[in-house]
DNA sequence: ATGAAAGCGCTAACAG
DNA sequence: CTGTTAGCGCTTTCAT
């Protein structure tokens, strides 16, 4: 049992009134010095903590928020997942916002009523709970989502641009047989990112057959069997390049092409997405589309934050464009075919 | 900014008392069915949340608990961190408890006491911040950390036998010149195993040179800078197997045993730690030592829980074997030499 | 510069 | 079964 000391047990000690205790606490200047020291030299003696929930009412302020990730399998594993978890703990850290952390499975009914505010952590099949929570008047943040039928703020990657750098990048090499393993198409990411691609071959007259088009889930299992697809191809249809939607399955296919005896750059080349640093130290450095997912989440926690604190009344939407990074995994094809 | 919709208004429009609607809104089985129907029209009709610093505050209760997790580099591309944040979020959510995430850099100052409880998530670098909690009497559970030196409630996995199998399992199917890359021996599972590995070895007296000791951190980095390095011993000096701390250093050892024209298992077997289903999809189903870390999270969370509410006094310590799961990734050593 | 007193929104005896 | 009445621990006017 946690001891009760409060803040008039303090008071009584320091022999002050629980009003300077609390002036103390949160360092008003006009407090006389020999009053904080005598108050704070009990403060350490008593070992007083003061209770956060007392203070939050007292103030009326709510300062914990809500990071809600969608739970589909391996999404922890994903650099993104990771990136955005740290992103959203170092704005909580910085100002001091609890973060109350959200797996969900899609539609449960996600009891994070009592939050000052809620960011999600992209949406995939949990649209409903965004529509809720704004319906409840809850301040929201979409990460990693552009979404343009809810009232609510996002901060979004132009996913489509991705998808056109890596088509474009590819293209000028020289590449004329490419293929795509995508990310899970149920989220935007993926979706747009495949779109965007297809749409800039198409635009330039190349042909994505469909047995080109692998879908994957983000997995680097489901890179693994796209790979094992692809490099099993005969030498006329098999891709000259690669472009994997996230540098892990890229990983993964780089591990493949080398257990298959095919070799990066050299016989195929390989473009990922991310720009994840894991991705700089394989045989090859990767050459990636690098999108800021770690800033995305903090500046979407400090909007929320003045959002909620009222020093931002509009919604806040923001698409934010990716880069292409070229390292070494791509050279123009083999004069072979 | 959040209107402030609180129980007065309910219990106005539905024409009841405060205490019954706070009543409704605990589920008190003994309130009138007319009035739980008129409080819960009131409150969806006002949009009502109660607000959980006052009911904190009145129940002088806490279910908070804080989840402190290392946040050395690459904790959460481990498999171990990602399971145990699973498990940990899993159990609050079945407990309908809320879980604060906060990552150390391990001696920062930890204001978590207006917490119920404290999980941490392993322990390097940061006994300070335990015993504090323990001194500030919040209650505590370490996860995979077996502490003798400080009063504190713990579950952890038995190192020690970890190591002790990978060595037996390996000397039993005829190896004499084995390998190992370690996590970061910092941390206790780390430093245990390579203990028991080397521990074995000895007794069966086999030798372990000091160039077959890799000392790795946990990332796939480390692994890969270890194997480079292993499998460029000329054929004499160069294991026959390798022992990888974790799962994920096994697979990128793999990887670089492929890029490298080393075959596995044929040229060297393999162990790895953790039993992480992504070791099931690779080139070959990998040879593992199991260890229960969801598990491991989710009952810690539970026994936690019970300390909380009081339902359990004594320090709860809990050390859990690990188990020898065999695959594809260990033969016994050629005949070469 | 300091203290008294009035809440913040809710729960928990204690009566009815 | 329901309402009254104290607080929970802290912040915040408002005097002094």
Redo the contacts between chains.
């Keep these: 049992?946690?001891?009760k000391v409060s803040i008039k047990d303090v008071a009584r000690r320091a022999k002050v009134s629980i009003t300077t205790v609390s002036r103390v606490i949160n360092k008003f200047p006009s407090v006389d010095k020999k009053n904080v020291h005598k108050v704070e030299e009990a403060i350490t003696a008593l070992?007083y903590?003061?209770?956060?929930?007392?203070q939050?009412?007292a103030r009326?302020a709510?300062n914990?928020i809500g990071?809600v990730m969608p739970g589909y399998p391996g999404i922890?594993?994903s650099?993104f997942a990771?990136e955005l978890?740290?992103g959203v703990?170092h704005a909580c850290?910085s100002l001091r916002l609890?973060?109350?952390?959200?797996?969900t499975d899609g539609n449960a009914p996600l009891?994070l009523?009592?939050l000052?505010g809620i960011v999600f952590a992209d949406i995939i099949e949990n649209r409903k709970q965004v529509q809720d929570a704004i319906?409840?008047?809850?301040?929201c943040m979409v990460i990693n989502n552009v979404v343009q039928d809810m009232a609510v703020s996002y901060i979004g990657v132009n996913n489509l641009k991705g998808g056109q750098l890596a088509a474009e990048y590819l293209l000028g090499l020289g590449h004329r047989r490419v293929a795509v393993v995508t990310g899970n198409l149920k989220t935007q990411a993926g979706f747009d990112r495949l779109e965007g691609f297809v749409k800039t071959l198409d635009e330039a007259k190349v042909e994505l057959p469909q047995e080109h088009v692998c879908r994957g889930d983000w997995s680097?299992?489901s890179a693994?069997q796209a790979a094992e697809f692809l490099f099993a191809m005969e030498e006329s249809s098999r891709p000259t390049a690669i472009f994997a939607h996230s540098d892990e399955m890229a990983l993964e296919i780089v591990?493949v092409a080398?257990?298959m005896g095919v070799r990066v750059p050299e016989d195929v080349s390989i473009v990922g997405f991310d720009d994840n640093p894991?991705a700089l130290?394989?045989?090859v450095g990767l050459t990636t589309i690098r999108q800021p997912i770690f800033e995305m989440a903090e500046r979407g926690v400090r909007i929320l934050h003045e959002m909620i604190n009222?020093k931002r009344e509009e919604l806040y939407r923001v698409i934010l464009d990716p880069e292409l990074v070229i390292r070494d995994s791509c050279v123009p094809p083999a004069a072979r075919s």
Excluded at 49 to 54: E, F, G, L
Excluded at 98 to 103: G, K, L, P
Excluded at 135 to 139: A, F, K, L, R, S
Aim: aromatic letters at 12%.
């Design positions: 049992m946690t001891k070992k903590r003061p209770n956060i929930s007392a939050r009412l009326g709510n914990t990071l922890f594993h650099f990771v978890l740290r703990g850290e609890d973060m109350v952390f959200h797996i009891n009523n009592y000052g319906d409840d008047g809850v301040h680097r299992r693994r591990a080398y257990e894991q130290y394989g045989p009222g």
